[in-house]
């Protein structure tokens, strides 16, 4: 059993990264915005993950698990937002949402 | 040597099905209007990640992908996308803008760039894959790693996490204390 090599992962991971920038740029919506954060998120534990089973070291599979904890502590904050916005009446649009003044 | 290279070809087969299930969600999270579509569409995403990692021997990682961000995550995305209702987005309606096409272009360089540094920089370097034995990606290394090595990461990521869900606490909780113009109350 070999599969793949890392390189494979490695073009998955790449592509992952990339649609979720582009979401990034292109949605106005938050919570869009919010879920291509996580596919960037997810592409970089793939190629974390990846080398760590190339190079048979754990190490990898410890920084992607960190990078977990971390998304979800993002999407706590993030939805906070949202949802404090949405309750404030304010328009949920990011090219609208260009000033703090609340 | 046939039982081996079945077993090479089904993991390939594998890998492709969980592959394009990963590309394919991936592009219809950030193209379906309907953000509870798009949340479903990460679930399938995040599931066929966790194939990729169960593939790459990371099995504890692969369960906490479906628990942690499948289970958890989304669940509260799709509670935020609910409370929120139907806030359709297009982001592909009309004539494309210069943004639209600029971020295109941008992200397809960027797609193009880690190809093409792939491909020419690791030649050779990248195909001998190490050797691994049974106890790697369990939960008993993972756990062995972050207590020992990992400890700091493990405290820090301890804290993060604690400060988040008081912040999370604070963010929901501060804007019912203090309405603003236009909030019924």
Same mark, same amino acid.
């Given at each position: 059993m070999k599969g793949p090599d890392v390189v494979w992962y490695l073009c998955v991971a790449?592509?992952?990264?990339?649609?979720?920038a582009l979401? %990034?740029?292109?949605?106005?919506?938050?919570l869009i915005v919010l879920l291509s954060l996580e596919i960037m998120l997810n592409?970089?534990?793939? !190629?974390?993950?990846?080398?760590?089973?190339?190079?048979?070291?754990?190490?990898?599979?410890?920084? !992607?698990?960190?990078?977990? !904890?971390v998304a979800a502590s993002e999407v706590v904050v993030g939805l906070g937002l949202i949802v404090a916005i949405a309750r404030q009446k304010l328009d949920l649009d %990011?090219?609208?949402?260009?000033?703090?003044r609340g | 040597m046939i039982v081996a290279s079945f077993a090479n070809v089904l993991v390939w087969a594998i890998w492709v099905l969980a592959a394009f299930a990963?590309?394919?969600?991936?592009?219809? %999270?950030i193209s379906f209007t309907n953000p509870f579509y798009a949340s479903l569409s990460l679930i399938g995403n995040l599931a066929s990640l966790a194939v990729m990692y169960l593939l790459l021997s990371a099995e504890f990682v692969a369960a906490a992908q479906?628990?942690?961000?499948?289970?958890?995550v989304m669940v509260m995305f799709l509670f935020v996308t609910a409370y929120l209702g139907n806030r359709a987005d297009a982001p592909w309606a009309g004539?494309?803008?210069?943004?639209?096409?600029?971020?295109?272009? !941008?992200?397809s360089a960027l797609f193009v760039e880690v190809i093409v540094v792939v491909g020419l920089k690791t030649s050779g370097r990248l195909s001998h894959q190490g050797k691994i034995d049974s106890s790697f990606g369990r939960p008993h290394e993972i756990g062995r790693l972050f207590l020992t090595d990992h400890l700091l990461a493990f405290e820090i990521t301890s804290i993060v996490l604690l400060?988040?869900?008081?912040g999370g606490v604070i963010l929901g909780s501060h804007s019912r204390d203090t309405p603003t113009k236009g909030v019924q109350q």
């Open positions: 790449g592509f992952l990264f990339s649609t979720g979401g %990034v740029l292109i949605r106005r919506s938050p592409g970089a534990n793939l !190629a974390l993950i990846a080398f760590s089973r190339h190079f048979a070291q754990g190490d990898g599979q410890i920084f !992607a698990l960190t990078v977990m !904890a %990011v090219d609208k949402l260009s000033t703090l | 990963c590309l394919g969600s991936g592009i219809a %999270v479906v628990l942690v961000y499948a289970g958890a004539a494309p803008s210069w943004q639209t096409l600029g971020a295109v272009a !941008a992200c400060i988040a869900a008081v």
